[in-house]
């Protein structure tokens, strides 16, 4: 089954801690992108990934990193934390951008984080 | 810079009744336009899209036209269902070959039999 999944779905965790929300799609997607959803904000994009290797910031990159060493994969890296990143968070994969980001994009199911 | 506003909700109506929700957008050339859902509890889908002025999406009695004389993409359906209820959210893609998407703040639709 074709599908975009996020490990893990639900994280409580404490400021400062390190973590790490994977993301792994099996339709061999060239492009993946991670958004935010906040309430009264809509989704917002965080960083998306044209390949492997290729990553650029989307609208709201502070305090977050990604990593592209293969075109499955795309986790999202908060290196430090903060009770503002509290969020539901959802990566998406599409095939490629040849015709522009119109290809529908499949998302993950959502990682809802809270940091204390 | 580019941006998407959407109608404040929530909207609630009756099943069968006619919808609108508005989206204006702000973007140079010639963006490309989205309609996306969230059904309680899931991810989202795309429902719709446009790629160029005029151009009419369409799926599940769903329509939005693009329309770049008043920069909008207006959400249609000529009557809902209790199953239409979810969030909406408009969306662009700046021209060119990037890989951004600007969201809207997203609509809730609640339907009531």
């Known amino acids: 089954e074709a599908q975009v999944t996020q490990n893990p779905r639900y994280l409580i965790t404490v400021t400062g801690k390190k973590l790490t929300v994977t993301c792994s799609q099996n339709m061999n997607h060239e492009y993946m992108s991670w958004y935010r959803q906040d309430p009264g904000l809509g989704l917002r994009q965080i960083y998306y990934?044209?390949?492997?290797?290729?990553?650029d910031k989307g609208d709201v990159p502070e305090g977050y990193k990604v990593s592209r060493k293969e075109k499955r994969n795309f986790p999202l890296i908060l290196e430090s934390p903060s009770p503002n990143q509290t969020s539901l968070y959802f990566c998406?994969?599409?095939?490629?951008?040849?015709?522009?980001?119109?290809?529908?994009?499949?998302f993950g199911p959502g990682t809802r984080l809270t940091v204390l | 810079g580019n941006s998407v506003t959407q109608m404040e909700g929530p909207v609630t109506l009756s099943e069968e009744a006619f919808l609108t929700i508005n989206c204006t957008y702000t973007?140079?050339?010639?963006?490309?336009l989205f309609w996306y859902v969230q059904y309680p509890g899931e991810g989202l889908q795309l429902l719709l899209k446009?790629?160029?002025?005029?151009d009419k999406g369409s799926n599940k009695g769903f329509e939005a036209t693009y329309r770049k004389e008043t920069t909008s993409f207006h959400l249609e359906k000529g009557s809902v269902q209790v199953s239409d209820s979810a969030v909406y959210f408009c969306a662009l893609t700046p021209s060119g070959n990037t890989g951004k998407l600007i969201f809207g703040q997203g609509t809730t639709l609640q339907v009531k039999p």
């Open positions: 990934s044209m390949n492997v290797e290729v990553t």
């Open positions: 998406a994969s599409t095939p490629d951008l040849s015709g522009g980001l119109t290809d529908t994009q499949y």
């Open positions: 973007a140079t050339g010639y963006p490309s």
């Open positions: 446009a790629t160029k002025a005029d």
